[in-house]
């Protein structure tokens, strides 16, 4: 499974999938989003952020909801409080029955696990730091 970089600084996530059954360009979401290029991407997924605070996010999801997409199955927000030395990536989850991406035919809104996941890649002390070990 790959990954894409992320900013847990009030970043965005967003399933390539999704702007084709959506019909939504990525030049589309690039002008929504004031973004000249994506922070990072792959084949399913398109990374975008930092943003300047939660409001400004706030803007940028109603932005993507205008495109016709829709918040947790079409996108996410990465919003969190790490130090600088530990860097976060995500990754297109399988599926429960072990198939990639969203192979089930349920609507969108009724299905019960998301498409991404999120783990710390880095979590390595800058060189300034040092620890003790009993």
Known sequence: MGFIDVTPEYGLVIRKDALRE?????????????????????????????????????????????????????????????????????GYAKNRNGKRGLQDKRPLATRSRPPIMMTPVSTTAPASHSYKTR
């Open 22 to 90: 959506r019909n939504v360009s990525l030049e589309a979401v690039l002008a929504a989003l004031k973004a000249d290029a994506p922070l990072d991407s792959d084949d399913r997924l398109i990374s975008f952020g930092p943003s300047f605070g939660q409001e400004a996010l706030d803007g940028l999801i109603k932005e993507l909801a205008g495109l016709g997409l829709q918040y947790f199955d079409d996108f996410v927000e990465v919003v969190g409080t790490y130090p600088e030395w530990c860097r976060f990536r995500v």
